[in-house]
Nanobody
């Protein structure tokens, strides 16, 4: 199976930017559809973005569209999430996930990282 480790979270002021990374090891990274999800206290895990095996397609939640950009580098076994124009409501633990189905449903993803905290102050 694949192991996933997120990094790049932190504290940022509203309007600022962060770039999250998700390093993969184990099975071939390029075999997987990848997604980003987030979860705030008391809320269910929420879909953020997904990307196909070859980066041919990407999809974003309406709440992050035009502010966040997902990308992947299969040569480096790494997934990215560039987050711009951050808002306090973006505050959450962000998770990367790997699966075989190009889906926004977290249940379709088989492997998860441990998460990285993003806090946006107003």
């Amino acid at each position: 199976q694949v192991q996933l480790v997120e990094s790049g979270g932190g504290l940022v002021q509203a309007g600022g930017s962060l770039r999250l990374s998700c390093a993969a090891s184990g099975r071939t990274f390029s075999n997987y559809v990848m997604g980003w999800f987030r979860q705030s206290p008391g809320k269910e895990r929420e879909f953020v973005s997904r990307i196909t095996w070859t980066s041919s397609r990407t999809y974003y939640a309406d709440s992050v569209k035009d502010r966040f950009t997902i990308s992947r580098d299969n040569a480096k076994n790494t997934l990215y999430l560039q987050m711009n124009s951050l808002k306090p409501e973006d505050t959450a633990v962000y998770y990367c996930a790997a699966g075989y189905v190009y889906s926004a449903n977290p249940n379709e993803y088989n492997h998860w990282g441990q998460g990285t905290q993003v806090t946006v102050s107003s």
